[in-house]
């Protein structure tokens, strides 16, 4: 199998169980974790089963003169603030409109690209873009779910999508002198780290007896399979995709997240938000489809 489309299925099977990810997230958040709590004990989790797979292939932990800088800044973007914002949107929004914001990622890495790197994207891409923040304007503007959708909400995830773009671009930097499994470990230990005291200085003292064994299930499987496994995936999947080629599939978020908030959390979406979503996934291969011949 090409090398290419291997990464193309590692990075769509990565955005799927991140897709879930906000139903475990609501979930957990639902069962006694506070946001900033629950991304320290998801990261914390995920560091631990990471040291020992460093330590039995690298010997020791090191970090090359001039990285730690870099290495700190994407920490911070995809682990600290992302998950900061992201949380702390979807207690104030439906699992099922949080995954479909998420999908203007590809939107704001194209302006990045444009404003801070020169980069001249073909007519197509900025079709598809467009069609992204069309499609999210209609989900985050004509939100229902029962009074679940706030603007709020709506703003935190957004700001959650900045932060994810400048963690793709700083996270290029590193992947031609790390190994996938030294950024996981070193973004997911420092993320974690800056996690703890937010956790401590803005939020209530936490009521650990409040805690449920089905809260705890989803803290696994945020640690275990969209922590360490898909961070492994994503950062392989970098190394092959341009940023914007590997933003795009973030798309993929929003109809597992969409879906899983129906089946599972009894969710409903406006007819017009329904509308938005169908238009924010037909952005995905509007951007790929061109993205594939550059």
């Not at 879930?20 to 629950?38: M, V």
């Not at 959708?149 to 703003?155: C, F, Q």
């Not at 509308?275 to 489809?289: A, E, K, M, Q, T």
Request: charge should be positive; include cysteine.
């Amino acid at each position: 199998m090409h090398r290419e489309t291997k990464a193309c299925l590692k990075i769509s099977f990565v955005n799927i169980l991140w897709g879930l990810s906000f139903i475990a997230s609501k979930t957990a958040l639902a069962n006694g974790f506070s946001p900033f709590w629950l991304a320290f004990v998801r990261f914390a989790i995920a560091t631990a089963l990471l040291l020992p797979l460093l330590k039995q292939r690298k010997g020791r932990l090191r970090l090359e003169k001039g990285s730690f800088w870099r290495m700190l800044c994407s920490g911070l973007l995809g682990i600290t603030l992302y998950f900061a914002f992201e949380h702390n949107g979807l207690a104030r929004t439906s699992a099922s409109t949080a995954s479909l914001i998420i999908a203007a990622i590809p939107a704001f890495t194209l302006l990045y690209g444009v404003l801070f790197k020169r980069q001249r994207p073909p007519l197509l891409s900025y079709l598809g873009v467009g069609a992204s923040l069309l499609g999210v304007f209609l989900i985050v503007f004509f939100g229902s779910n029962e009074g679940q959708d706030t603007l709020a909400g709506s703003l935190l995830l957004i700001c959650a999508c900045l932060c994810w773009v400048g963690y793709m671009q700083v996270t290029e930097t590193l992947t031609g002198q790390y190994t996938s499994l030294e950024i996981t470990f070193w973004q997911s230990l420092l993320g974690a780290a800056a996690l703890l005291p937010c956790a401590l200085g803005l939020e209530e003292r936490m009521d650990w007896s409040a805690t449920t064994p089905l809260g705890w299930a989803m803290v696994l499987y945020l640690a275990i399979l969209c922590s360490v496994v898909a961070y492994l995936l994503y950062v392989d999947a970098v190394r092959e995709l341009k940023p914007l080629r590997t933003a795009i599939f973030i798309n993929l978020n929003p109809l597992a997240g969409v879906l899983g908030g129906v089946l599972l959390l009894g969710e409903r979406l406006s007819p017009v938000q329904l509308l938005g979503g169908l238009i924010v996934l037909v952005s995905i291969f509007l951007v790929n489809r061109r993205a594939g011949r550059g």
